[in-house]
């Protein structure tokens, strides 16, 4: 099946279409996590800072044009210097020729630091064929992304992207991703800010990458002991903060109609159950609270 089939074109413009995206969550506050959250969005600038055109912040209303100045807009907050906006962090950025315009790649990040529970996401969008056959510079930007990323949880792989802040857009996104979601296990829901709280209270999903920080880490009993417990089709690889849990050799996105249920990421999602997320603190926009724990439970 051609990935690039998932989307949907109108009036020129790309509502909705596949990608490959990384996720990361944390549940540290802005200033002890800015250093790694700093290099998650410099590996994503270095390599696609001059693609990226439009842009907007959690206090603006329309996007505006990337330029070198909001290229630099993270690091200054994330570097604690004097002017940072009150309140809650949040930008996103594509690559779209407007706003509706669904283009990889592409960047979004919010930071809580209003509430009492600090929680955080950063995300990178890249186009579905980044990589076709050799998934080592995919693998590469991982590894590096998260290297000193303060990481809760994560996970990287075959996803969705479009423009969440538009009514419509969602509403018409919505009535294509949810029959792909159903289909094809190996897809992973695109709205993460849907998902950051969820993920304070455990694990959101299962991907071809399954990335885990310190704490799920120690409750598994440590690298090498997860490493013993999953089999030899599963590898996992430490870094500072955790481990990277990689379900076969390439993502998938696999096919239900046709049981192809994705078998290395079920054994990764039955050796994982104990930390899931409960259902009920997550959301999907279209799904019934019946699909949403059919949706969360696919990999059972």
């Known amino acids: ?21 990384i996720v990361v969550f944390s549940d ?18 270095n390599r696609f800072g001059n693609e990226v055109k439009l842009y907007n912040t959690a206090n603006m209303k329309i996007m505006k044009t990337v330029d070198s100045e909001v290229l630099n807009m993270v690091p200054f907050w994330l570097g604690g210097q004097t002017g940072i906006p009150k309140g809650d962090l949040g930008i996103e950025m594509h690559s779209g020729k407007t706003s509706k315009d669904a283009v990889p790649p592409a960047f979004d990040m919010y930071c809580d630091r209003t509430s009492d529970e600090p929680n955080a996401y950063f995300r990178m969008v890249l186009p579905v064929d980044w990589f076709v056959s050799d998934p080592t510079s995919f693998l590469e930007l991982v590894h ?33 991703y949810k029959p792909w979601l159903k289909r094809h296990p190996g897809f992973v829901h695109g709205e993460t800010m849907e998902f950051v709280e969820t993920a304070l209270f455990g694990i959101v999903a299962v991907d071809w990458l399954t990335l885990l920080g310190s704490t799920y880490t120690e ?9 013993k417990d999953l089999d030899n089709d599963i590898e996992v690889f430490p870094f500072n903060n955790g481990v990277i849990i990689q379900a076969g050799s390439l993502p998938k996105i696999g096919d239900v109609n046709r049981n192809d249920r994705l078998e290395a ?16 603190e997550a959301w999907i926009e279209g799904f019934e609270p019946e699909e949403l724990e059919e949706w969360f439970a696919r990999f059972d």
Do not use: H
Not at 28 to 45: D, I
Not at 265 to 280: F, I, S
């Open 1 to 21: 099946m051609n990935l690039e089939d998932f989307s949907y074109r109108e009036n020129d413009i790309t509502i909705i279409t596949a990608c490959l995206e």
């Open 28 to 45: 540290v506050p802005l200033e002890e996590g800015a250093k790694g959250f700093s290099k998650f969005y410099q590996e994503f600038r």
């Open 144 to 176: 590096s992304a998260i290297s000193d990323f303060p990481l809760l949880s994560g996970y990287a792989g075959y996803s969705f992207f479009w423009q969440t802040r538009d009514p419509e857009i969602m509403e018409k996104a919505a009535e294509y």
């Open 219 to 227: 409750k598994l009993g440590g690298a090498e002991r997860i490493s």
């Open 265 to 280: 990421y079920q054994k990764v999602a039955r050796y994982l159950m104990g930390l899931r997320a409960p259902v009920e």
